[in-house]
């Protein structure tokens, strides 16, 4: 969609590079992401692999980051946990992204009683505590992943849908708009055209900053018991084990703990880099 | 101000019904029978325990007698522990819960507030980034691992607090409440900081220096009644993130609250447990968001 647009998105990556905090948050995501793409190819071990013959060991050449107590490698467990992790981060994030740009573009674009309808019916799922909903989802239908970042995504759109809503209010009062319909294009037509391409900065920096709050959510749910469950790894799994045996084995806790919370801290500032890049106020 | 309660009343009676309802249908139509992990029950015991749950009747049945129970407190017999009723249970977690929310509430509200004002009455100083950036840190490491890493630092290296419990060894409050409390005290600063710095441009503000008001009367009470409002309306959301936040930190450090209950209920498919205790966080959650709401508009006329 960046293409519609080119000088405002090379000027948005040019305003985000020149803070320094955000430059260093993007090269460590772009890392995070690229080693968890190409994990199946480059991790050392097998993620489930145990040497129950080795036991917890501390980190060293063999072990970069030490191994757990079945004697599994931290580091492959890690990058395997990243893969879960950010998997779920995204493709909540994108499930929430559609549902949230399409009803909040329907609503702010038609007006009128569907729009009272709709937001009305926002309103009211705005006041359901979904955090108990999907805990109990969990527990009814199984630690599916599939199911998890579906019910996560089907709760996030929300606040998406209210952002978009209210941008496309706005443009629709603008001469192009009124121009396109005029001219008779589509409905349909000017709503992806014209609407959404126009809408979409301030929904970026919204769903920048939702995959973190899914990740924490994943973890959240993990370090229960409720999330992803062994043999596979994902953050929340590891920081769990880790907080159990951190009394003897420091480095299950401390290695897990950092990348994620970097990783958190990361994609907060990218948001908020990006809030400054594409805020329309603060000029060119 | 009633027609506002009314309102708002208005909508919480619907979304609290939708939430029951969807509840109890989810966790009817869970896959198995509830005894089905039981040894080979006798078909007379099974229709006895069948008789026990209401799980004889039919669903519409089960569904409208569940809800007389709900108005009356009363939600039947736990599936795990058949002598005890689920009201009961949760009356002897919520306590510790409900103490553990508000030690942490207290807890974020002082440190955050503070850190807020002190931002906002010099920004873009050290005094405004040093708080902040502490502030941005606190947002983004969550309470899976401060627990475990405060309990690694104070509780085993350097043995000055207690590792777990709840009121058996003095201080023994004090991590858990830091635990889930810092996440919040960091939103607190960054809301009291964005009000403040409003508030203190306008022109009332002005007046007040103008006639001479001390620095500390123009602050405290003239700026903080209207800064503080972005606060209040998040102190609702807060308490239903305090209450969710719990399972964990008393998952974390073995506190007997209803957050462990519930986790607990959730492994053991403890369904009536479960299903119980959804409703009444449920609840809890919806009236401190009316609530939040109202106390908002009181204070600032402009949102009623």
Redesign the interface.
Known sequence: MESNQPSLFREAVGRLTSNRLSLFSCIYISIILVVAIITPFIAPYDYAFQDLDLGPAPPSSEHLLGTDTLGRDLLTRMMYGSRISLMVGFLATTVALVIGVMWGTIAGFVGGKTDAIMMRIV??LY???F???I???????GRNLILLFMAIGAVEWLTMARIVRSQVMGLSKQEFILAAEAMGVRKINIIFRHLIPNAIGPVIVYATLTV?QIM?LE??LS????GVQAPLSSW?IL??D??VS??EY?WL?VFP?LT??LT??SL??IGDGLRDALDPRSGP | MLELILKRLGTAIPVLLAVITLTFLMVHSAPGGPFDAEKAVTPEVLAKLNAKYNLDAPLWKQYSDYLLGVMQGDFGPSFRYPSRSVTELIMTGLPITFELAVYAILFALMLGVSAGILGALKPNTAYDYLPMTTAMLGICIPSIILGPSLILTFGIWLELLPVGGWGDMPGDKILPTITLGTAYAAYCARLTRGGMLEVLNQDFIRTARAKGLSEFRVVIVHALRGGLTPVIAFLGPAMAGLLAGSFVVETIFGIPGLGRFYVEAAFNRDYTMILGSSIFFSCLIISFNLLSDVIAASINPKLR
């Open positions: 309103d009211v006041g359901i505590p955090i108990i909903l805990i109990l989802l969990m527990v009814i239908f973190p924490l973890a959240f370090f229960l018991g409720l929340g920081i769990r880790g907080a951190m009394e420091w806790l703990s994620f919370s958190l801290f907060n500032f």
